[in-house]
C-alpha cells in the first residue's frame, strides 16, 4: 500500500472538523483507510446509496463516502491530484445525470430520458473538479425528443426537468447536499429560462455569443443526459469556439478579462491571511487563462491544442512549440501545488472557499497538508506564485510591456529609403481619412494608429521603400476589413518585415494576400518556416473534420490548407530559410494531397447519385513536373486519368451510368473539384494533354485502352512523359497495374537513330514555337532544363535505364554509368534552384529588383547576381556540351 494512511487519519481528526465527523459516521470507511485499503475504500464509496431509489438521498450518501475517501487518500499520499479531480469530475457527472433521469421519470415514468442534455463546463468539463466545488452545467433539450406529457409544450417541460435537477443536487438536507448547481453560464442567462431549446442555443452561439463563452467553450463536453445529442451539437458549434483566422479584437477581449482579474481582485498581492488561491495574484486562474488565451490564438489552426485539462493544455502548447518547455512546466507544477492547497482549505470544512484564513486556522491548514505551520505554507506559496504572476504579467503585457511597438523618431527617416520621407509620412497618415473602406471604422483607424510608427520604419528601412509603400496601399484597396491585419502586426511586429517582403519582393505572394490576408496567420507559429510532412499528413490535414460538411466546404477546406501551405513555402523561398529543391518537393506533397483529397470529396458526391463499381477505380497519373515531384509556384498540374476493366456493365447507384460515361463524368468532377474557384478561391490548373489522342480523346481511359494506345499509337514525346510518370490516386493493385504499363512501355526495343531523330525534331520545333522570355528563363534557354530533360529522357529510353521518375535521381543514375558528365547533376540542381526562386522573384523571368537578385543569388548558392549569371552560363554550356556528346550536334547558346 502506497502512503501514510495513519497519520493522514490523524491530521483530518486534528485540523478537518468535516472530515472529523465524516470518519464518525463512516466507521467502517476508517477501518478499511487505517488499513491503507484506498481503492477498495473508493469502490465501496462509489456503491453507496446503489440500493436507494430516492436519488436525492442517494447521491447524497455516496457525495458523503467519495468526499471521505478521496480527502484521506489525497492527505496520505496514495490518490494523486489528477486521479483526485477525476473521481469528483465522475461523479458529478454521475450525479447529472441520475438527477436528469430522475426528473424525467418523475413526470412521465415510463419514458426513455432522452432529449435533455447536460453540459460540463469550467472545472467539470475539464475534468478537474475541486474538492468543495458547485457545477457549472448548461442544460439544453431537443423539442422533438424529449419525453413530456401530452398537454406540457416542449419549453415548459424542459423548464419543469431543469428546476428538479437543481433542487435534487442543489438543496440542502439533514444528509447534506450533492452540488451546488450554478446555471449563469447559459446563453443570456439574466433573461433566458433555465433549460435553452438546441436550436436557440444554436442561433446565439453562432450570432451573438460573447468572447467569453468562447472560453468557456474551450472546456465543454457533453457530460450526461442524452450524450449523444450533446456532443453532436458541441460539433455544430466548433468553429465558433475554435477559429481558423485569428481574431485579434476577440483575442484582446480575453487579455482584456485576464487583465480584469488582477484590476477587480482587492485582497493582498502575496501570498498571507486574506490571498486568494483561485483570483490572487500568481493564483490558479492565471494558469487557466494563460493556457485558455494561448488554445484561442493557435487551437483553430491546430486540433491537438484543444486539449480540455489546463496541465494538458501546457504541455501541449510547449509540444507545438507555443509556449516554452519550462514554462510549461513552471505553470503546471504551479497549478498542481495551488489545487492541492485549494483542497485542503475546503476539507477543513467543506466550504467552497479559496482564501486563506489567518492566525490558528491557517496553522491548521498547513499542518492538515503535512508542514510544520503557516510560514512553511507561506513560503511553498510564495515559491509558487511568484513565477505564475510574471508569466502572466508578460501575457497580458502589465508590467513587462510584452511586445513593445518601436517608434520611428522623426530624426531617424532621414536615414530611410523613401524618395522623399516626409511625403511618405503624410501618404501614411492620410489613409485613415476615409479613402479606404478598410479604415473607415475608430476601431480600425484605432488599430491602424497603433502600428502606423512602425509600419513606417519598416517600409522605408526596406529593400525598395517606395515600391513596398505602393503596394501596400494597393492591399489596403483590396481589404473589405484590415483591423484585424492591424492588431496582428501590433502583437507580432516581427511579421512587420515579412510582409514587406512579400509585398516588395514576391509579386504573386503580395497578390494572394490581398485576396486572403488571413493568410499572414499562417506566420505567427514557429513552424511556419518547417517544410510540411508527407502527402499523407498534409492529406488528413485537408480532409473534412466538421460532420455534416457538405461537398462544398470539402473543397474548401482542400483550398485553404493548399492556399496556407503553398503561402508558407513561398514566404520560405523569399526569406532564403529553406533549399528551393526541399521547397519544389514540399509543393509537390501538397498537390498530391489535394489530388488524393479532392478525388475522394468528388468520388463520394458521385456516388450519391450514381454508385459505384465494385470491380473498378479512378486512378490518376501524375506527370512532368508534377509526376517528378519538384513543383514551383506557377506549376500546373499534368495528370492522366485512367480507370480498371471489369465485368460489371453499369454502377450500383440510384442512377446508373455504363462503365466509360461514369469514370469519364467522375474524372470531369475531380477536375472541377481541383481547378474550379469556390469561396477561398481557386485551387490549381488542370492540363490532361497528355491523355491519349491529346484533346481529341476522352478525358478517362481504361487500363486496356491506355497500354493499346501506348503500343500502338503514342508518339515519341508521349513515351518520354512517361520517364515521369508517377501514380497520385489509385488502389495499391491499381497502382501496381499502371506502373506494370509504363515498365514494359519504357522497356520496350527502339530504333535508337529514329529515336533520335524524334526527339531533335520535337526540340527544333519547341524552340522555334516557344522561345525563352527573359535571363531567367532557366526552362526554355538553350542549354537550360528542357534541354537537359530532353537528353536524360532519350538515354532513359535509349538505354532503358535509370527509369525514374525524379529527375535528379535519373541523372546520378547516367552518371552512376558514365553515360553523362558528372557536372550534370550539379548543373541540374542550379538550374531547378533558379527555376523554382525565379517563378517567385521575377514571374516575368526579366531581370528583377535589387532585393530579389540578391535573394535569388542566395537560393542558388552564388555570392551575388552577378555570380548567378556567371554559374548559369556555364552550366548552359555545360548542357550544351553533353548535348554535342550524346546527339553530335552542336547547341547554340545565346548570350
Known amino acids: 500500500m502506497d502512503g501514510d494512511w495513519k497519520s493522514a487519519l490523524q491530521r483530518a481528526k486534528a485540523h478537518s472538523p468535516f472530515l472529523a465527523h465524516s470518519l464518525q459516521r463512516l466507521p467502517d470507511f476508517e477501518a478499511l483507510l487505517a488499513e491503507g485499503y484506498g481503492e477498495a475504500a473508493l469502490l465501496k464509496a ?117 428546476r428538479e435537477v437543481v433542487r435534487l443536487l442543489s438543496d440542502v438536507t439533514a444528509e447534506g447536499y450533492v452540488f451546488r448547481v450554478d446555471l449563469r453560464l447559459r446563453p443570456a442567462s439574466e433573461v433566458s429560462p433555465l433549460a435553452i431549446s438546441l436550436e436557440g442555443a444554436t442561433s446565439h452561439y453562432e450570432s451573438s455569443a460573447l468572447t467569453w463563452e468562447r472560453a468557456a467553450f474551450i472546456r465543454a463536453r457533453a457530460a450526461s443526459g442524452d450524450i449523444a445529442r450533446g456532443e453532436a451539437f458541441l460539433d455544430s458549434i466548433r468553429s465558433f469556439v475554435w477559429r481558423r483566422s485569428l481574431d485579434f479584437g476577440a483575442i484582446d477581449e480575453i487579455r482584456g478579462l485576464s487583465a480584469r482579474i488582477r484590476t477587480r481582485y482587492s485582497g493582498p498581492r502575496e501570498p498571507g491571511p486574506g490571498f486568494d488561491l483561485k483570483q490572487g495574484r500568481g493564483g490558479i486562474r492565471e494558469i487557466e487563462f494563460f493556457a485558455q488565451t494561448h488554445q484561442l490564438i493557435h487551437g483553430g489552426r491546430d486540433p491537438s491544442l484543444r486539449a480540455r485539462g489546463t496541465r494538458a ?52 491548514v498547513a499542518r492538515l497538508h503535512g508542514l510544520e505551520d503557516a510560514s512553511a505554507l507561506l513560503a511553498l506559496l510564495d515559491e509558487t506564485c511568484g513565477p505564475v504572476a510574471r508569466h502572466f504579467g508578460e501575457l497580458i503585457a502589465e508590467e513587462t510591456s510584452g511586445r513593445p511597438i518601436p517608434q520611428a ?19 501614411i497618415a492620410g489613409w485613415s481619412g476615409g479613402a479606404f473602406r478598410a479604415l473607415r471604422s475608430e476601431a480600425a483607424k484605432a488599430a491602424f494608429d497603433a502600428i502606423r510608427p512602425h509600419l513606417f520604419a519598416a517600409l522605408g528601412q526596406g529593400p525598395d521603400p517606395d515600391h513596398a509603400l505602393a503596394r501596400f496601399e494597393t492591399l489596403l484597396e483590396k481589404l473589405p476589413s484590415a483591423i484585424n491585419l492591424f492588431r496582428l ?114 468520388q463520394e458526391e458521385f456516388a450519391e447519385r450514381h454508385g459505384r463499381f465494385a470491380d473498378g477505380e479512378l486512378l490518376v497519373l ?206 541540374h540542381r542550379l538550374l531547378t534552384r533558379v527555376l523554382v526562386g525565379s517563378r517567385l522573384l521575377a514571374p516575368d523571368l526579366g531581370a528583377p529588383g535589387p532585393a530579389a537578385r540578391a535573394v535569388l543569388a542566395q537560393l542558388a548558392r552564388q555570392e551575388d547576381y552577378a555570380s548567378l549569371l556567371q554559374a548559369l552560363d556555364e552550366a548552359r554550356h555545360g548542357v550544351a556540351a553533353q548535348w554535342v556528346k550524346t546527339f553530335d550536334e552542336k547547341l547554340e547558346i545565346d548570350r
Open 622 to 827: 501524375g506527370l512532368g513536373r508534377l509526376g517528378g515531384g519538384a513543383l514551383t509556384h506557377a506549376s500546373d498540374l499534368d495528370m492522366i486519368y485512367l480507370f480498371t476493366d471489369g465485368e460489371t456493365a453499369e454502377s450500383d447507384g440510384p442512377r446508373p451510368l455504363g462503365r466509360t460515361l461514369y469514370f469519364n463524368r467522375l474524372a470531369q468532377r475531380v477536375g472541377v473539384a481541383l481547378s474550379v474557384p469556390t469561396a477561398q478561391g481557386a485551387l490549381y490548373d488542370v492540363d490532361t494533354r497528355l491523355r491519349p489522342q491529346g484533346n481529341q480523346g476522352p478525358l478517362a481511359v481504361s487500363l486496356s485502352s491506355f497500354e493499346r494506345y501506348q503500343r500502338e499509337n503514342a508518339w515519341t514525346w508521349e513515351h518520354m512523359a512517361l520517364n515521369r510518370a508517377r501514380v497520385l490516386v489509385g488502389s495499391p493493385g491499381g497502382r501496381r497495374q499502371v506502373e506494370a504499363i509504363v515498365d514494359s512501355i519504357l522497356n520496350r526495343d527502339r530504333d535508337a537513330v529514329e529515336l533520335q531523330a524524334d526527339v531533335l525534331t520535337m526540340r527544333s520545333e519547341m524552340a522555334a514555337h516557344k522561345p525563352a522570355r527573359g535571363e531567367l528563363d532557366v526552362k526554355l534557354l538553350r542549354g537550360g532544363l528542357v534541354d537537359l530533360e530532353f537528353l536524360i529522357h532519350f538515354l532513359q529510353l535509349r538505354e532503358r535505364t535509370a527509369l525514374n521518375p525524379d529527375l535528379s535521381t535519373a541523372v546520378t543514375e547516367l552518371i552512376t554509368q558514365g553515360l553523362v558528365s558528372p557536372d550534370l547533376r550539379a548543373y
Open 313 to 364: 493544455a501546457l504541455d501541449a502548447l510547449a509540444a507545438a512549440d507555443h509556449i516554452a518547455a519550462d514554462t510549461a512546466s513552471t505553470l503546471g507544477d504551479a497549478y498542481d501545488t495551488l489545487r492541492t492547497i485549494e483542497h485542503r482549505l475546503q476539507m477543513v470544512n467543506d466550504r467552497q472557499t479559496h482564501t486563506l484564513p489567518g492566525g490558528d486556522a491557517l496553522d491548521g
Open 409 to 427: 523618431e522623426p530624426d531617424q527617416r532621414d536615414d530611410f529609403g523613401f524618395a522623399d520621407p516626409d511625403a511618405a509620412a503624410l501618404r
Open 489 to 602: 502586426l501590433e502583437a507580432r511586429p516581427g511579421l512587420l518585415q515579412q510582409l514587406v517582403d512579400c509585398l516588395t519582393l514576391a509579386a504573386p505572394l503580395a497578390d494572394e494576400l490581398a485576396r486572403r490576408p488571413e493568410l499572414l496567420d499562417t506566420l505567427i507559429d514557429r513552424s511556419a518556416f518547417d517544410l510540411p510532412g508527407s502527402s499523407e499528413d498534409l492529406a488528413r490535414m485537408m480532409r473534412r473534420t466538421e460532420r455534416g460538411d457538405e461537398y462544398e466546404q470539402a473543397l474548401d477546406r482542400i483550398r485553404i490548407v493548399t492556399s496556407e501551405q503553398r503561402f508558407t513555402l513561398g514566404v520560405q523561398l523569399i526569406e532564403a530559410a529553406q533549399d528551393p529543391l526541399d521547397v519544389a518537393e514540399a509543393l509537390s506533397r501538397v498537390a498530391e494531397a489535394a489530388v488524393q483529397v479532392a478525388c475522394e470529396a468528388a
Open 46 to 162: 462509489k456503491q453507496t446509496g446503489r440500493e436507494i431509489a430516492d436519488a436525492g438521498l442517494a447521491l447524497r450518501r455516496e457525495r458523503l463516502a467519495l468526499a471521505l475517501v478521496l480527502a484521506i487518500g489525497d492527505l496520505a499520499g496514495g490518490f494523486d491530484l489528477d486521479k483526485v479531480m477525476r473521481e469528483l469530475s465522475a461523479f458529478a457527472d454521475r450525479a447529472l445525470h441520475r438527477a436528469i433521469e430522475a426528473a424525467i421519470l418523475r413526470r412521465v415514468p415510463d419514458a426513455e430520458p432522452t432529449g435533455f442534455i447536460g453540459l460540463a463546463l469550467g472545472k467539470h468539463g475539464s475534468g478537474e473538479l475541486n474538492y468543495s466545488s458547485d457545477i457549472d452545467p448548461i442544460l439544453l433539450y431537443d423539442a422533438e425528443a424529449l419525453p413530456r406529457r401530452e398537454r406540457d409544450e416542449p419549453p415548459e417541460a424542459a423548464q419543469r426537468y431543469a
